[in-house]
C-alpha cells in the first residue's frame, strides 16, 4: 500500500478489549473508510467509547456502519466476500468479550476464518453445519473448542504473540501452527490455493 | 481526388487493425486476480490487512481492510 494512499476499502472491529481496538480510533482518523463492521456489543472502556465516537463521525461524514450479524455477507469487489457467523444473536445486550464478531473471509475456493475466541463459542458451535466453517487458514486464540478447530479443519493456524493459550489441539490434528511473534506473515490466494509467503 | 480517397481509406483500414490489435491485447491480458491477507503483530492484537489486486500488477480492485 503507498504511503500517499489514505484509503481503507473497509474496516472489521472485532475485539474491543481497550488495548486491541485502541488503535483503530487513531486508523479512522488518518484514512478514510467508507465501510466498518463492528459488533452491536460495546464495551464501556474509554478506548472502545473514543472508537465509538470515531465511527460516529465518519458515519457522519458517509462511512457506512454493518452491525455483525449472523448470515450478513459483504461483497468486498474483485472477488472478495466476506460472511459473518457470529454473533448470531442481538449482541447489543452481550458483554463486548462475549459479542465479538467471527468471519470468513472467501475468495474463490480459499477462505480464511477469524475467530475471536468469544466464550459464546462452546454451545454456538454445536448449533452450526460445522461443514461452513471449514477454511485454509484460522486466526485463533487458542481458546475455542477442539469441535472447533475439527469443523474449521485449516491447514494453517495463526496465534496472536500475546497469546498464551495452548496449540496442542491444533497440534493433534496435524495442523501446521504459526504464530505472529516477531514477524509479519502473507497469505497468498489465487482462489484455488493459499500459500504462506 | 481519387488518389486522396485511396489514402484516407488505408489509413482508415491502419487505424482500425490497430484499434482490433489495442482490444486484443487488452482482452488477452491475464486478469486473475490475487488476494493478499497480511498478519502484522500489533502487540496485544493482531491486525491484518487484506488486498486483492490483479495478477497484471494493477492497482487494487478490493479491499484493504484492517481487523484489530
Request: aromatic content about 10%.
Amino acid at each position: 500500500m503507498p504511503f500517499y494512499d489514505r484509503s481503507l476499502d473497509m474496516i472489521v472491529a472485532t475485539a474491543q478489549a481497550p488495548q486491541t481496538i485502541g488503535g483503530l480510533t487513531d486508523v479512522l482518523s488518518r484514512y478514510g473508510v467508507p465501510s466498518i463492521i463492528r459488533s452491536a456489543a460495546r464495551s464501556g472502556a474509554p478506548q472502545a467509547q473514543a472508537f465509538t465516537t470515531a465511527v460516529s463521525a465518519a458515519e457522519a461524514h458517509g462511512t457506512r456502519l454493518f452491525i455483525a450479524q449472523c448470515g450478513v455477507i459483504v461483497d468486498l469487489g474483485g472477488g472478495a466476500k466476506v460472511e459473518i457467523f457470529f454473533p448470531d444473536r442481538d449482541a447489543s445486550a452481550m458483554p463486548a468479550e462475549d459479542g465479538c464478531p467471527m468471519f470468513k473471509l472467501m475468495f474463490g475456493k480459499t477462505s480464511f476464518f477469524f475467530s475471536c475466541g468469544t466464550p459464546a463459542i462452546e454451545t454456538y458451535v454445536t448449533t452450526l453445519d460445522g461443514s461452513k466453517l471449514s477454511s485454509d487458514v484460522l486466526l485463533t486464540t487458542g481458546d475455542e473448542p477442539e469441535i472447533f478447530a475439527g469443523f474449521v479443519s485449516p491447514q494453517y493456524a495463526i496465534f496472536p504473540c500475546a497469546s498464551n493459550a495452548s496449540s496442542s489441539v491444533f497440534v493433534k490434528l496435524q495442523i501446521q501452527v504459526e504464530s505472529t511473534c516477531n514477524r509479519t506473515m502473507t497469505f497468498i490466494s489465487d482462489g484455488s490455493s493459499v500459500q504462506l509467503q | 481526388m481519387r488518389m486522396s480517397a485511396r489514402i484516407l481509406g488505408g489509413v482508415l483500414l491502419l487505424l482500425s487493425v490497430v484499434t482490433g490489435l489495442v482490444w486484443y491485447a487488452a482482452l488477452s491480458e491475464d486478469h486473475r486476480g490475487i488476494l493478499s491477507v497480511t498478519f502484522l503483530d500489533v502487540g496485544q492484537g493482531i491486525a491484518v490487512f487484506v488486498e486483492a489486486l490483479q495478477v497484471s500488477g494493477s492497482s487494487s480492485t478490493a479491499g484493504p481492510m484492517i481487523r484489530y
